[in-house]
């Protein structure tokens, strides 16, 4: 892979409050289009691999050969700001301006297009509206205009719990078990029923059962890539999102699963039809919202016509 390069990057002001300066990662060809790829809220910068971060999170879509082969795009990937104490929580629209701060500091003027997926696509959205001048194109990968309310009332959850054992000096226990239930807005019922047996065998109401044993694996590794604090932020976040789609002028390709619960068919459809300029791509997903990674190769072959587009 071509060059790789870490950078800091000064938070505008205003949004001292999310941690002063963040990280961003620029990999590919040095004379390439810039294409910026945001994922979820565990998502960091290390979205490719360059021979020195491990695989990059979003392997599947990004490498030689792959949709943004860095022979040919140069790709930014950028770590969210956050409040670490989770007293506070940015909104979509902080992180565009976050963004926007990163392409700065790297000397890009605009971009060939933003790859959003979850989190990573409201903050796609919202840069295009804010800054309709830096962004030639959009990929909306499993994100809408707003939250939906039901995915809104699980995360409000998943925060009561963690704050809880925050209080009671837990925080990672509580963090883990927020986890365990965010994993159930990400899968589907019936990725589950293919992959475990329900029931508990032991008499004690806190065995584990199958699926439970796997939600407690997903969770105790979680508090190595998130801290509770960076968690309420984050995901406070999510619900603080709110765009305009009339406001986004450039062509968006919207991708989305029919099995997602979080963010429903339902909300891309009515996404595209509100953008000025927009196509729709629903995909059929045994996993649902984590369609973008654990079918990234396959979303790739329709990312990839469309950035090469004229």
């Not at 406070?236 to 406001?247: E, L």
């Not at 068919?265 to 059929?284: C, G, K, N, S, V």
């Not at 984590?290 to 950035?307: C, H, Q, S």
């Amino acid at each position: 892979m071509n060059e790789a390069r870490d950078f800091e990057v000064a938070l505008p002001d205003g949004l001292n409050r999310f941690g002063g300066r963040v990280k961003a990662r620029l990999v590919g060809a040095a004379d390439a289009p810039v294409i910026v790829a945001l994922g979820g809220i565990s998502a960091n910068r290390f979205v490719a691999d360059d021979g020195a971060e491990g695989p990059g999170w979003w392997s599947g879509l990004i490498g030689p050969g792959r949709a943004l082969d860095p022979t040919r795009w140069r790709i930014l990937g950028l770590d969210f700001a956050a409040d670490e104490s989770g007293s506070a929580a940015p909104s979509s629209a902080d992180q565009a301006e976050v963004l926007a701060a990163a392409l700065d500091a790297a000397g890009v003027n605009s971009v060939h297009a933003v790859i959003g997926a979850s989190y990573g696509g409201m903050i796609a959205l919202a840069f295009a509206a804010r800054y309709p001048e830096r962004v030639a194109k959009l990929v909306v990968i499993s994100a809408a205009a707003t939250p939906h309310s039901y995915s809104t009332a699980q995360r409000e959850l998943q925060r009561r719990v963690v704050a809880l054992g925050v209080e009671a000096g837990r925080g990672e226990e509580g963090l883990a078990i927020a986890r365990g239930m965010a994993m159930l807005t990400y899968r589907t019922s019936a990725e589950f029923g293919v992959r475990f047996e329900g029931g508990i065998v032991e008499e004690s109401p806190l065995a584990p059962s199958a699926p439970g044993a796997y939600l407690r694996a997903r969770g105790a590794a979680y508090p190595g890539v998130m801290s509770p604090g960076r968690f309420l932020s984050l995901s406070a976040s999510i619900d603080r999102h709110a765009v305009d789609p009339a406001a986004v002028r450039c062509p968006v390709l919207a991708i989305g699963a029919t099995s997602d619960t979080n963010v429903p068919a339902a909300q891309m459809e009515a996404l595209a039809a509100a953008l000025p300029d927009a196509r729709l791509h629903l995909r059929d997903c045994l996993q649902g919202h984590d369609m973008f990674l654990v079918e990234a190769e396959a979303i790739g072959a329709t990312i990839g016509p469309f950035l090469e587009d004229a």
